[in-house]
C-alpha cells in the first residue's frame, strides 16, 4: 500500500509517522507542504506537530496551505485520510471533519499514557480492533479538547462515527478518564463515508515495545490489508 | 557621542577595563565600539573571574572528541556516532520574564548543539525556585515549565529528564538551567574556527530586532529593586523559526559547503563573528547594511548588540553559495552574505559604505580581560547534631511528611507539561534516576541525568562538588548506562565577593577530585555568576548533567520494584550521616553540621560492580540512595508499580533515625529474584563490596518491622497531592 506523509513547516511527528508506516510495510513518501500535486496514495497521513508554529490557531494556517487543496480532492474522491493530533486539528480546519478543539480544560499542555476504548470497528481504520478494546496511548497536545455542535454530536452517535473514546484502564468512561475536557470523551472521530480518521491520540508512538507499547499496532495493520 | 564616565558605567565596564581599551585601539573607543567591548569583556561572555579555575578540570579521556572551548563538547559512543551536549543557564532573564526566558534558554542550548552538526535527541532541565509560600513562587514555577515546554514541545524534541527543586535562597533570583543532547556522525562535526581568507560570512536564521540587547550585561549584575525595568533586556523565542533552522542547518550539513558555523547566542552578532575569526587567527569584515533587520531605522550598535533568536553565521566555501540560498528558500528563511574574511586580524564594521568601528580581535577575546579574583576558604562547620536531643518524631509520620513536601512530591505536573515521546526513541521517561534514549534505527542508547546539591555545597564546597558529580554518576549507573562524560553549570553569586568565590574556587575543586577519580570529564559548561539580589547571594549551585552508554538496550531498568516476593539488598555501607539531611531541615528545620563524605574509591567501585550485576541481567530494579536517605528511596521504588516491602529493623544498635534518614553516599538498593540472589551475593564478596539483605518485596503494604506500616495506595496518594492543590 502506498501512503503519503504531508508535511508542513513545524511538523515535529513526521518522521514518527514514517517509521511506524515503514515498519508496517507501508510505501511511504514524505510530501513538502509546498508541492502542488500528490502522489497516487492509499492513504494520506496528516501528522502531529505545530505547523506553521500554530500561530493565530492550531492548524488554521495549515487548513489554507497549497497542498491542503490535493488532501480535499483525494478525500472527496475517498482516498483514506488519517490525521494524528495537529493534524486532527487541521482536518477540523479544512471542513473535512466537523467540529474543532478547543485548548485543554486545565489550560496547560498535557503529554501522558492514557486509555482509550475502540468504539467502532466497522471502518478502515479500526477493523483490526476488539469492539470495547483498551488501549493505553500517549497524547501531547495543548488543544485536543473536542467540541461540536448539538447537531453534528447527534450525527456523531447516531451514525456510529466516534472512534475512540477516553476511558480509564478498566474502560469506564467518565469525567475522571477525561484528559482534556474533550465533550463525550471524544478522542477519534470519523466523517460520514468513514474515509476519514482524526484523532488526537498518537498511535505512531505505540508500535514498539521497547518504547512503549504496541497498542497502535493494529491501526496501521487494519489500514493494510 | 562623547564618551562619559556614565556611560561607560552603564555598559558595566570598570575604570581601568576603559584605559585597556584605550590601550587596544590607541584612541578612544565610540559608542559602537563601547558596546562591543562591553558585550564581548562582561562576565557572561568572557569568563574572566572563572578561567583562572576552570582550567583545572579534567577535560579529556579517550571518549572525548571535543572538549570546552567550541559551543558544546562531543564525545564518541563507537560505530562512528558522536554525542554533543551541554547545559547553560538562563537565570537571570527567567526571574524577569519566567515564559520567555526559559523559552529562549532552551532555543539557545539547542542552538548550540545543532550548530555542531548534531540532530538534537534529548532536552533536560534543573530548575530551582525560592520557597514556596513566597509571592512569586507560584507564577515563576507556571512561566518556568510552560516556557520550556512551550519550546521543546513546538520544535519537537522530547525533553526527558529534569530537576525541579525549592528552596529559600532562590527567592530573588530563580536558577533556570536547559541542557540538550544531540547525536551526530562522528566524521560530520562542525566547529567555529574560521578558515581562508574572503570566504562569504553568511547571516541566516531570522531578522534582527531591538530584542535582548545588552542581554548578557544584564547576566553580568545583581538584580536590585529596579529589576523589573530590565523586561526588554529579555529576548523572545520563535520555537517554529528554530526547527526550519535545525531543518535548514541539517541538511546543508550534508556536504561540504560549510566552513565554519556559529550560533547568535548571548551578544549576537558581536560574540559569533568575533568567536569564528579569533578562532582561526583572521580578520572580518561585515557590512551593517545588509543584515536582515526586523525593525526600520536599526543603528550598528543595534544590530551588534541585538539577542534576537534563531540566528546563525557561516562562513561558506567558495561557490557554494546558490546551493545554501536554495535550502534556506526552501525553508523561507533569510539568507544574506554579510561580510567577509580577510586578513587584518580586525573586526571592521560598514555602515552604507563608512567604517564605524574598527577593533583588534583579539583585544576582543585572548586579552579580554582576566581575574584571579581574592577568594577565601570556607570555616567548615564542627557541629554535631545529637539525633537523642531531637523532638521524638514516629518513623512513619517523618516518612509522610518528607514524601508528601514540595521537593519530594511526584513532579508529575512539571513533566506532563513537556513532550517526552515525541521521535519515539524514549525508552524511559522522567521519574527514574536516568532517562534513557535509543539510537535512532540502533540497539545501543544513551542515559541521561541532570544532579545537584546545593545545601550540601553550601555547608563544604568541596564535599559538595564532589558529591553532586559522585550522584550523577551513581544515577546513570543505576540504569544500566556506563557514565562516559559530563556538562556542568555552575551558578553562583557574585563573584567580587570573596567569600562567594571561595565557594566557587573550592566546588570546583570537589568536581575535580571526583571527575579524574572516575574519569569522567567534563567536556562542556557554562557559569553564571552575579546570581543574587541586593547582595544576598545564592547558594552555590553547581549543575551536573551526566551521559552514559547503554551499548545494547533490552529492557530498561527502572526503579520500581518489579515482583512480590523478591529479595532488597542495599549496596554500599550505612553509617547514620543526619548532618545537612533532608530529615533534619524538613522535619526539625535544622541546617546544620557538614554534608556526608565523599569516599571515591568506595563510590567507583561500588558503581562498577553494581553496573555488572545491571549488566548481567540480575537486577530486576535498581535505585540509588540520596537525598531523605534509605527509607524515602525505599518508599520511591515502591510507589512506582504500589509494590509494598517488609524491611527488617537493622542488626546491629544503630539508632533507626539515623539509619533510615542517613544520607551517607555511593550506595544503591536492589531488588534481586530469589533465585539470583547467591549469584549476587557472589560477585559482591568476590568485589569486597559491602552489601546488606535489608528484607523483601510484597503486597499492599510498605512496612518496616514494628515501625512503619502503610498501604502502597496510600502512600502513592501522599506523594502526588502536593502540586495538585499548590
Not at chain 1, 456510529?160 to 471524544?186: M, T, V
Not at chain 2, 525533553?159 to 543532547?181: C, D, P, Q, R, S
Not at chain 2, 543595534?302 to 557561516?314: A, G
Request: charged share 25%; hydrophobic share 35%.
Amino acid at each position: 500500500m502506498k501512503s503519503s506523509v504531508i508535511v508542513f513547516p513545524g511538523s515535529n511527528c513526521d518522521r514518527d509517522i514514517a517509521v511506524a508506516l515503514e515498519k508496517m510495510q507501508f510505501k511511504n513518501q514524505m510530501i513538502w507542504h509546498k508541492e502542488t500535486t500528490l502522489p497516487k496514495s492509499d492513504l494520506i497521513v496528516i501528522p502531529g506537530g505545530f505547523s506553521y508554529g500554530d500561530y493565530l490557531r492550531s492548524g488554521a494556517i495549515a487548513g489554507k496551505s497549497s497542498i491542503i487543496n490535493e488532501v480535499i480532492k483525494a478525500a472527496n474522491s475517498g482516498c483514506l485520510i488519517l490525521g494524528i493530533c495537529n493534524g486532527f486539528q487541521i482536518l477540523t480546519e479544512t471542513g473535512l471533519l466537523k467540529g474543532t478543539l478547543l485548548r485543554n480544560k486545565n489550560l496547560k499542555f498535557i503529554n501522558k499514557d492514557v486509555y482509550i476504548k475502540v468504539m467502532n470497528t466497522a471502518s478502515r481504520f479500526t477493523s483490526k480492533y476488539q469492539n470495547n478494546q483498551i488501549l493505553k496511548i500517549n497524547i501531547a497536545h495543548n488543544e485536543g479538547n473536542y467540541f461540536t455542535d448539538k447537531k453534528h454530536r447527534e450525527e456523531l452517535q447516531k451514525e456510529n462515527l466516534i472512534a475512540f473514546k477516553y476511558c480509564d484502564e478498566s474502560g469506564n468512561i467518565s469525567q475522571n478518564s477525561n484528559p482534556n475536557g474533550a465533550l463525550d470523551n471524544i478522542a477519534g472521530i470519523f466523517n460520514l463515508k468513514k474515509n476519514i480518521l482524526g484523532m488526537m491520540p498518537h498511535p505512531e508512538r505505540m508500535v514498539d515495545k521497547f518504547i512503549s507499547n504496541d497498542d497502535g499496532v493494529n491501526l496501521f495493520s487494519s489500514l493494510i490489508n | 557621542m562623547k564618551i562619559t564616565n556614565k556611560i561607560i558605567e552603564n555598559h558595566g565596564l570598570k575604570k581601568d577595563e576603559y584605559k585597556n581599551i584605550q590601550k587596544f585601539l590607541k584612541r578612544d573607543p565610540n559608542i559602537l565600539e563601547l558596546g562591543i567591548f562591553s558585550a564581548m569583556w562582561n562576565e557572561h561572555c568572557s569568563y574572566k573571574s572563572s578561567k583562572v579555575h576552570l582550567k583545572k578540570l579534567p577535560t579529556k579521556g579517550k571518549q572525548v572528541i571535543q572538549g570546552p572551548g567550541e559551543n558544546a563538547g562531543v564525545i564518541d559512543i563507537g560505530d562512528n556516532d558522536a554525542i554533543i551536549f551541554k547545559i547553560e543557564s538562563h537565570n537571570h532573564p527567567s526571574f524577569i520574564e519566567p515564559y520567555q526566558g526559559a523559552a529562549t534558554g532552551v532555543g539557545g542550548i539547542l542552538r548550540d548543539v545543532f550548530t555542531m552538526g548534531a540532530r538534537p535527541i534529548a532536552l533536560l532541565n534543573s530548575i530551582h525556585f525560592g520557597s514556596p509560600t513566597h509571592p512569586k513562587t507560584k507564577s515563576l514555577l507556571n512561566g518556568v515549565v510552560s516556557g520550556i515546554g512551550g519550546y521543546g514541545n513546538c520544535i519537537g524534541i522530547p525533553t526527558v529528564a529534569g530537576e525541579t527543586k525549592f528552596n529559600e535562597t532562590y527567592n530573588e533570583n530563580i536558577l533556570v538551567n536547559a541542557m540538550a543532547v544531540g547525536h551526530a556522525k562522528k566524521d560530520k562535526i562542525f566547529y567555529s574556527k574560521a578558515k581562508g581568507i574572503n570566504k562569504s560570512v553568511v547571516y541566516v536564521g531570522s531578522k534582527t530586532g531591538r530584542d535582548g540587547i545588552h542581554g548578557a550585561s544584564m547576566a553580568s549584575a545583581e538584580f536590585d529593586e529596579n529589576s523589573e525595568e530590565k523586561k526588554p533586556t529579555v529576548q523572545v523565542g520563535d520555537p517554529f523559526t528554530e526547527k526550519l533552522l535545525l531543518e535548514a542547518c541539517l541538511e546543508l550539513m550534508k556536504d561540504n559547503s560549510i566552513i565554519s558555523i556559529q550560533d547568535m547566542g548571548a551578544a549576537g552578532l558581536t560574540s559569533s563573528s568575533v568567536e569564528m575569526a579569533s578562532k582561526g587567527s583572521l580578520g572580518i569584515e561585515l557590512e551593517l547594511d545588509k543584515v536582515p533587520c526586523r525593525e526600520e531605522n536599526m543603528t550598528p550598535y543595534e544590530m551588534m548588540l541585538s539577542e534576537s533568536q534563531e540566528r546563525m553565521l557561516i562562513i561558506l566555501e567558495d561557490g557554494k553559495e546558490n546551493h545554501a540560498r536554495k535550502i534556506f528558500d526552501k525553508w523561507d528563511l533569510d539568507f544574506v552574505v554579510i561580510g567577509r574574511t580577510n586578513n587584518s586580524k580586525n573586526l571592521t564594521l560598514k555602515f552604507n559604505g563608512k567604517v564605524e568601528g574598527e577593533i583588534p580581535i583579539e583585544a576582543l577575546a585572548e586579552k579580554a580581560p582576566v581575574y584571579n579574583r581574592k577568594w577565601i576558604k570556607k570555616k567548615l562547620t564542627k557541629n554535631k547534631v545529637n539525633v537523642k536531643s531531637l523532638k521524638k518524631i514516629k518513623l512513619e509520620n517523618a516518612l509522610i511528611k518528607i514524601i508528601s513536601s514540595p521537593n519530594h512530591s511526584n513532579k508529575n505536573w512539571v513533566t506532563e507539561q513537556f513532550d517526552q515521546m515525541v521521535m519515539c526513541d524514549t525508552a524511559q521517561r522522567s521519574g527514574s534516576d536516568a532517562a534513557i534514549i535509543r539510537i535512532h534505527n540502533k540497539d545501543k542508547a544513551i542515559a541521561v541525568s541532570v544532579d545537584s546539591s546545593a545545601n550540601y555545597c553550601k555547608s563544604h564546597p568541596i564535599s559538595g562538588g564532589k558529591q553532586i558529580v559522585a550522584e550523577n554518576w551513581r544515577n546513570l549507573i543505576s540504569v544500566g548506562a556506563k557514565p562516559l562524560a559530563i556538562t556542568n553549570c555552575l551558578n553562583f553569586g557574585n563573584p567580587e565577593n570573596e567569600i562567594v568565590m571561595g565557594e566557587f574556587a573550592e566546588c570546583l575543586e570537589g568536581i575535580r577530585e571526583a571527575c579524574e577519580y572516575l574519569e569522567y570529564p567534563v567536556v562542556s559548561g557554562n557559569v553564571s555568576f552575579y546570581n543574587g539580589t541586593n547582595k544576598k547571594n545564592i547558594y552555590p549551585t553547581p549543575v551536573i548533567g551526566g551521559v552514559g552508554l547503554i551499548k545494547k538496550l533490552t529492557e530498561p531498568l527502572t526503579h520500581c520494584f518489579k515482583n512480590f516476593g523478591s529479595k532488597i539488598i542495599i549496596v554500599g555501607k550505612t553509617f547514620g550521616h543526619l548532618e545537612q539531611s533532608c530529615f533534619l531541615k524538613e522535619i526539625h528545620s535544622i541546617i546544620d553540621g557538614k554534608p556526608p563524605d565523599i569516599n571515591l574509591l568506595n563510590e567507583k567501585n561500588n558503581g562498577e560492580v553494581v553496573l555488572k550485576l545491571i549488566n548481567d541481567k540480575l537486577v530486576s530494579s535498581a535505585h540509588d540512595i540520596s537525598s531523605g536517605g534509605l527509607i524515602i528511596a525505599l518508599s520511591e521504588m515502591s510507589i512506582g508499580n504500589k509494590i509494598g516491602v517488609k524491611i527488617n529493623k537493622p542488626h546491629n544498635l544503630m539508632n533507626l533515625t539515623e539509619y533510615f534518614f542517613g544520607e551517607d553516599q555511593g550506595r544503591y538498593i536492589l531488588e534481586i529474584n530469589e533465585e539470583n540472589l547467591k549469584k549476587v551475593e557472589k560477585i559482591l564478596k568476590s568485589n569486597n563490596t559491602y552489601y546488606e539483605n535489608i528484607g523483601y518485596t510484597q503486597e499492599n503494604f510498605f512496612e518496616i518491622d514494628g515501625e512503619v506500616k502503610i498501604n502502597t495506595n496510600e502512600l502513592f496518594k501522599i506523594n502526588n497531592q502536593w502540586y495538585n492543590n499548590f
